[in-house]
């Protein structure tokens, strides 16, 4: 039974490129939320999404940052114009159904800004 | 606001000792509660969990106290292995807020062989 996939595992961008992250939540998993971690800090919620639709964006900027999780196919964190300051490690967790759930964690996608 | 680059606590013990992990948590409408261990380079793993209706839960090795009055949550691993190496995180949820967690800053577990 696979885990929470996200790929790629290292993304390197120069500044004003794109980053586009994924994540593949557990089988039967519908609820997907995307975190962001500096070096030696906590996780920060960014979103939180259900199949095809976003339910919760308070934690992630309005601008240049996007999220989706179509009906086929895996949730993607997008952003836009990277700067410097996007250079963290982003990661993807899923569970089966909100309410006093655990939430399974990816191995995140570190993102690298040049 | 908030600090940026601190170097997170550390907490070292001798392989086969108990070890103590605390945590204040912030907001006193949490109802369940979250242990996770991250290892370098890796994701959060879930460790243990706990509701609000409770003050204490125990796994394999791991036992976990929360005291409501003060806000506070403890992680207790007993005879701690090399493997326990790792920062360990706690997290907290509002159920009605759709399952978001807020994580606390971390502490690293060190073990001595």
Redesign the interface.
């Known amino acids: 039974n696979a885990g929470v996939m996200q790929n790629p595992r290292h993304l390197v961008r120069r500044r004003g490129q794109e980053a586009r992250l994924r994540c593949s939540p557990m089988k039967g998993h519908s609820h997907v939320y995307w975190y962001r971690q500096l070096p030696e800090e906590g996780l920060k919620f960014m979103v939180y999404l259900q199949k095809e639709n976003i339910i919760d964006e308070s934690g992630m900027p309005k601008e240049r940052f996007s999220a989706e999780f179509p009906k086929e196919g895996p949730s993607i964190l997008r952003i836009q114009q990277v700067v410097r300051g996007d250079s963290a490690a982003y990661f993807c967790a899923s569970c089966r159904r909100v309410g006093n759930q655990p939430q399974h964690f990816g191995d995140g996608t570190r993102l690298s800004i040049l | 606001g908030e600090s ?5 606590p550390t907490l070292s013990v001798q392989e086969g000792d108990n070890s103590i992990i605390n945590c204040a948590y912030s907001n006193s409408a949490s ?2 509660f ?1 242990w ?1 261990k991250q290892e370098s ?6 460790i243990i ?1 706990i ?1 609000s209706n409770m003050d204490k839960r125990q796994g394999q090795r791991v036992t976990v106290l929360l005291n409501k009055t003060v806000k506070h949550l403890s992680l207790q691993i007993a005879a701690t292995q090399p493997g326990d190496s790792a920062v360990y ?1 706690c ?1 907290e ?1 509002i ?1 009605n807020a ?9 502490t690293r577990l060190m073990v001595k062989p």
């Not at chain 2, 940026?4 to 997170?8: D, I, N, P, T």
């Not at chain 2, 380079?41 to 879930?46: A, I, L, R, T, Y």
């Not at chain 2, 759709?98 to 971390?106: A, K, Q, S």
């Open positions: 940026v680059g601190l170097h997170l109802d369940y979250i996770y380079g890796k994701g959060p793993q879930f969990d509701r995180f997290a949820n159920n759709g399952n978001m967690l807020t994580f606390g800053g971390g």
